[in-house]
């Protein structure tokens, strides 16, 4: 237990659906992060907020839209996925984004898109 | 663009053997971390080790960093087969904000 937990655990959708990862931090962190992880690949940074503000946008499809309503919440609005967006999404936090030390991990979000 | 790089790609050993993964980047960095993922789970921080260092310990973990070369090692002693998961470095650069992860290295421990 790591003190970030992630909802759901699993999802599938298809490709017009609408859903929504959440992302939970107890930490009293200030930074949160979405990751996707695909088979093969290097863990994929996507955003990051800092103080509740976006300071990373990695090229993400706007088919995916963050939200970061207060520092110990973070959501992923998906919308129009495609089946090559079938990945494992992760959440991280850390204590400030700008000082980066250790980051805590969510177990993720499996999302299959058909 | 990738920084951290892990060999091997996939490592299988016998319980109470030691594993020795490598890590190597392209460019200066001010730290590199250690994480562990078991299957389809998020990732464990497992160790930090600054551009100053050359070696931390903890626990049954062992890790260098040899900043000339610009790789790093992760050593576990006396393997378990709760050990089995993936292994990843990541690295961060002076002026940037983010960890860049590498592909990982799978262990595999046999009882």
């Known amino acids: 237990e790591t003190g970030v937990t992630q909802t759901p655990r699993h999802l599938v959708m298809g490709m017009t659906n609408k859903k929504s990862l959440k992302c939970e931090q107890h930490?009293?962190?200030?930074?949160m992060y979405w990751y996707k992880q695909s088979a093969k690949k290097p863990l994929e940074l996507m955003f990051v907020?800092?103080?509740?503000?976006?300071?990373e946008n990695n090229s993400v499809p706007s088919r995916f839209s963050p939200e970061c309503p207060n520092s110990s919440h973070l959501f992923l609005h998906l919308h129009t996925l495609q089946p090559e967006d079938s990945a494992l999404y992760l959440c991280?936090?850390?204590?400030?984004?700008?000082?980066?030390?250790?980051?805590?991990f969510g177990p993720g979000t499996r999302l299959l898109v058909l | 663009s990738q920084q951290g790089e892990e060999d091997p790609q996939a490592l299988s050993i016998q319980e109470g053997e030691n594993a020795t993964m490598n890590c190597s980047y392209k460019?200066?960095?001010?730290?590199l971390q250690w994480y562990r993922q078991n299957s389809g789970r998020g990732l464990v921080h497992l160790i930090l080790?600054?551009?100053?260092?050359r070696e931390k310990h903890s626990g049954r973990l062992r890790v260098t960093l040899d900043t000339s070369k610009k790789s790093s090692s992760l050593l576990i002693t006396a393997s378990r087969a709760a050990d089995t998961a993936s292994y990843f470095c990541?690295?961060?650069?002076?002026?940037?904000?983010?960890?860049?992860f590498g592909k990982g290295t799978m262990l595999l421990v046999s009882p």
């Open positions: 991280a936090s850390s204590q400030r984004a700008d000082h980066q030390e250790t980051q805590y």
């Open positions: 930490l009293g962190h200030n930074a």
């Open positions: 907020y800092n103080f509740k503000e976006q300071t």
């Open positions: 460019t200066s960095i001010n730290n």
């Open positions: 080790i600054r551009s100053n260092e």
């Open positions: 990541a690295t961060v650069s002076p002026g940037y904000s983010t960890l860049t």
